[in-house]
């Protein structure tokens, strides 16, 4: 069972706004931080965003900040990712993750992943 399932990537414009969505399995009965990473061609994955369990934490890479925001039903491992004033550059397969409590833990310390949706941004 995989545990975690995003869903929303697809091809858009420079400029365009795009939604992720990221649902746990029952596989992870535990209420955790979530996060998303993303990953492009020849590129390392990275951290872009992540919350807490109860939503009270957000972190942002500074190559989003202002232009993406992170949100979750609150104490369910449901998390979002909005997506506005895409560049190409934001082009990656886009990763949910979870970590294995409520705080927001280090990049390297997340527990269980999804297997990624394509977000392709053309100019």
């Known amino acids: 069972q995989v545990p975690l399932v995003e869903s929303g990537g697809g091809l858009v414009q420079a400029g365009d706004s795009l939604r992720l969505a990221c649902v746990a399995s029952?596989?992870?009965?535990?209420?955790?931080?979530m996060a998303w990473f993303r990953q492009a061609p020849g590129q390392e994955r990275e951290f872009v965003a992540a919350i807490s369990g109860g939503a009270f934490s957000k972190d942002y890479s500074d190559s989003v900040k202002g232009r993406f925001t992170i949100s979750r039903e609150k104490y369910k491992n449901t998390v979002y990712l909005q997506m506005s004033s895409l560049k190409p550059a934001d082009t990656a397969v886009y990763y949910c993750?979870?970590?294995?409590?409520?705080?927001?833990?280090?990049?390297?310390?997340?527990?269980?992943w999804g297997q990624g949706t394509q977000v392709t941004v053309s100019a």
């Open positions: 993750a979870a970590g294995r409590e409520l705080q927001i833990p280090q990049p390297l310390e997340y527990e269980y």
């Open positions: 029952e596989r992870i009965d535990t209420v955790r931080a």
